[in-house]
């Protein structure tokens, strides 16, 4: 049996295909530095969060040397912190996040990186984020969760350390005066 050359070439052609569909796949799933959110970060009432020893007051802290901790709540219209102020991280730091809920599904999205999760009321989606140089970074819900969904957002400020240290110091400060 012999095949016409253009089929051979139409062959061809449909193997680069599917070799390529491959291709892109697995560099998606495993090159491009995307991890999945699992359940390590655990889970929490929804009903008491405001007496959550992180989440009842949610902000930012040390942890490390250029490490951070962010405990945010998303609930009906804003993300706390983040919408009525900015939530501020140090330029070259790596900052870890952990998301819940309050009241229904929300996304966290913060734009220009790959962080991006679900908030689902009672489980804290965890992961980190390294952010390099200053600069202003948008926080977006991607998850439809009611009539305002779209006045969702808040900003997140990467600053200069030094600037940083200092607003830090200053709401550590405040925080102390307060209790």
């Not at 405001?50 to 250029?66: A, L, V, W």
């Not at 962080?115 to 984020?129: K, L, S, W």
């Not at 991607?142 to 400020?157: A, D």
Request: aromatic share 10%; glycine share 12%.
């Amino acid at each position: 049996m012999e095949i016409h050359a253009y089929e051979k070439l139409w062959l061809a052609l449909a193997l680069v295909l599917i070799v390529g569909f491959i291709g892109t796949i697995t560099y998606g799933a495993a090159g491009a530095g995307i991890d999945m959110i699992d359940d390590k970060g655990g889970t929490v009432d929804p009903a008491t969060l405001d007496q959550h020893p992180k989440f009842g007051d949610p902000g930012i802290e040390r942890n490390g040397e250029n490490s951070y901790d962010v405990y945010v709540v998303a609930r009906q219209f804003v993300f706390e912190p983040g919408t009525t102020e900015p939530l501020r991280v140090p330029a070259g730091s790596t900052v870890t996040f952990h998301v819940t809920a309050a009241d229904v599904i929300h996304g966290f999205e913060v734009v220009g990186t790959n962080a991006n999760t679900m908030a689902i009321p009672g489980q804290v989606a965890e992961f980190t984020v390294e952010f390099g140089e200053p600069g202003e970074y948008g926080m977006l819900c991607n998850e439809y969760c009611g009539s305002g969904h779209h006045v969702m957002e808040g900003k997140i400020v990467v600053m200069e350390q030094d600037e940083f240290d200092s607003w830090y110091e200053q709401q550590q400060a405040q925080g102390e005066a307060e209790n």
